[in-house]
């Protein structure tokens, strides 16, 4: 059972139809990782999604995909505990107990909430965005894991739920162990192939410069082809001068596991469109067997549902005892 192992937590929202490779070499590839090294929990956390529009079809499909991706990509839910977030309704439970314990002010400070209200206007705003930071801290504390791996975007929400822990700790007794953010560090910084100065991101306007995991062979080739290169012609790292192809490189070399001068050594003399297909044929390589096995485990609804229930199953365990502690240290009385 569970070990000395260190706890780790992480989570994912399934807002979309595929991971892309920035998910996948920024995040989730150490996620993996991870699991070999810790006690890790991996949640996908569909309630999280209910804060943006609601479109039920589409959200039950890409929960599955997301859930199916996660364990195609190597989350192996034997060393790991894998589970929906909406399984485990002391989220719910200890969220409430997180927002009863943060100030509005202190809610609205935080970036997020504040650059997603600004864009869409206070009324199509809903409380639940507002909430949302209080939710994952409950995410998280549920589980006392040590760390949390995520991008250097969460890093106020990891704050936030250190902030709130040491609060409760220090109002109702030690409860909660205060959690480290462990910031995935740019090992893999992964741009826009068509702005590569941007981040590959999900939001990103065009979807030309996004490689999305469950894309189809063809088209991801494609996408690499018609990759934004620079001026000049030599293959050559250069961060500042050379976006495009340090940013080819970057991928090229986080999954060929090649160094990068010895990437660009195998370029010597050869041109863009030569080190573009070339790159192509690495990613799309690497994704066959991670879109095969997606697509077989979506096949198998089965399958896909034992495992969301054994992952449930050991996340509950878990958090039934924590949400206990909690109720029990703040005076709410047990029911027996
Ligand atoms: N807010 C995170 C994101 O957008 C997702 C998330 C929700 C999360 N709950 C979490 C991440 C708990 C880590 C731990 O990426």
Not at 188 to 199: F, G, R, V, Y
Request: aromatic share 8%; hydrophobic share 40%.
């Amino acid at each position: 059972m569970t070990s000395a192992k260190a706890r780790a937590l992480s989570g994912i929202q399934p807002t979309h139809d595929s991971f892309h490779l920035g998910n996948v070499l920024g995040a989730i590839n150490q996620w993996v990782a991870l699991q070999e090294s810790h006690d890790a929990f991996y949640c996908v956390v569909d309630l999280h999604a209910l804060t943006v529009e609601v479109e039920p079809a589409l959200l039950r499909k890409r929960s599955l995909v997301s859930f199916a991706q996660l364990i195609a990509l190597g989350i192996d839910p034997q060393k790991s505990t894998l589970f929906m977030q909406s399984h485990v309704p002391a989220h719910n439970q200890l969220g409430w107990v997180m927002e009863c314990l943060t100030g509005f002010g202190e809610a609205g400070r935080m970036t997020q909430f504040k650059d997603k209200s600004a864009k869409n206007g206070t009324d199509r705003t809903v409380v639940g965005l507002f909430t949302y930071p209080m939710l994952q801290a409950a995410d998280i504390l549920l589980y006392q894991p040590q760390y949390v791996p995520v991008g250097e975007d969460q890093r106020q929400h990891i704050e936030l739920t250190r902030d709130l822990s040491q609060r409760f700790n220090a109002r109702f007794g030690e409860t909660f162990i205060v959690p480290e953010g462990y910031i995935l560090k740019s090992g893999a910084k992964i741009n826009d192939l068509q702005e590569p100065t941007a981040k590959m991101s999900k939001s990103s306007a065009s979807q030309a410069g996004v490689i999305e995991i469950l894309d189809t062979p063809e088209s991801n080739m494609k996408k690499f082809k018609s990759a934004m290169t620079d001026a000049g012609r030599e293959v050559k790292f250069d961060e500042k001068e050379k976006p495009g192809i340090s940013n080819l490189l970057s991928i090229h070399s986080a999954i060929s596991g090649t160094s990068i001068d010895a990437i660009v050594s195998e370029f010597d003399g050869k041109g863009y469109g030569d080190f573009k297909g070339a790159v192509g044929e690495v990613v799309v390589e690497y994704l066959k067997p991670i879109r095969a096995r997606t697509l077989e485990l979506l096949e198998d609804s089965g399958e896909l549902t034992r495992l969301m229930k054994a992952g449930a199953e050991k996340a509950n365990a878990v958090a039934s005892e924590t949400i206990a502690k909690t109720y029990e240290a703040m005076g709410l009385i047990a029911r027996g």
